[in-house]
């Protein structure tokens, strides 16, 4: 059974600093490129960043550009998000994600959808 | 900055027809956005529905299709039934690695 579960998130000062993790579990992790997407609190899905399988190539929306990074640990199942310098909307549930859509360039695993439960991370004074 | 639209809510009665679209403020939508789209109840994780446009994803009932309809993505309910009631999120690749998600449509079933 496919698993991926959060862990990280929590309450940080504005201009802070989080580091996000996303365990893998039931697949085989490093044949496949991996995604964040957030949702703040009574809104829509936002799709932060994905990282290819070697973890060579990396893309982030505009919204984060510069101030978060994605990085992955094959021989440990896992996914990362540092989030840096961190803004008030920033507020959101992080979600893992490998689901096809979110990775273009890997057209034979479109089919793929695996999502985490996600994880609060609220940016507060 | 090219933002992806969509209808903020939709009611349909059960048994009914409805389609939501997915649309760009400045553009077509074509199937070279590789449209997909997303079902999300409230505290649940995202589930995808479609993809590439008019795929349907496994264990997804065949009264969820996807298509182009003129300048937009669309998805279609045919026989809506009350568990459909959900927000629902296309998600449109925008090239360069870069995907953008809609502003989610609330379906109602009433």
């Known amino acids: 059974e496919v698993q991926l579960v959060e862990s990280g998130g929590g309450l940080v000062q504005p201009g802070g600093s989080l580091r996000l993790s996303c365990a893998a579990s039931g697949f085989t992790f490093s044949s496949y490129a991996m995604s964040w997407v957030r949702q703040a609190p009574g809104k829509g899905l936002e799709w932060v960043s994905t990282?290819?399988?070697?973890?060579?190539?990396?893309y982030y929306a505009d919204s984060v550009k510069g101030r978060f990074t994605i990085s992955r640990d094959n021989s440990k199942n896992t996914l990362y998000l540092q989030m840096n310098s961190l803004r008030a909307e920033d507020t959101a549930v992080y979600y893992c994600?490998?689901?096809?859509?979110?990775?273009?360039?890997?057209?034979?695993?479109?089919?793929?959808?695996?999502w985490g439960q996600g994880t609060l991370v609220t940016v507060s004074s | 900055q090219t933002v992806v639209t969509q209808e903020p809510s939709f009611s349909v009665s059960p048994g009914g027809t409805v389609t939501l679209t997915c649309g760009l403020s400045s553009g077509s939508v074509s199937t070279s956005y590789y449209p997909s789209w997303y079902q999300q109840t409230p505290g649940q994780a995202p589930r995808m529905l479609i993809y590439?446009?008019?795929t349907r994803s496994s264990g997804v009932p065949d009264r969820f299709s996807g298509s182009i309809l003129g300048n937009k993505a669309a998805l279609t309910i045919t026989g809506a039934q009350a568990d459909d009631e959900s927000d629902y999120y296309c998600v449109l690749y925008m090239g360069s690695g870069i995907v953008v998600f809609g502003g989610g449509t609330k379906l109602t079933v009433l």
């Open positions: 990282i290819s399988v070697s973890g060579d190539y990396t």
């Open positions: 994600a490998n689901s096809g859509p979110l990775y273009y360039y890997d057209s034979s695993n479109y089919h793929r959808d695996y």
């Open positions: 590439t446009t008019n």
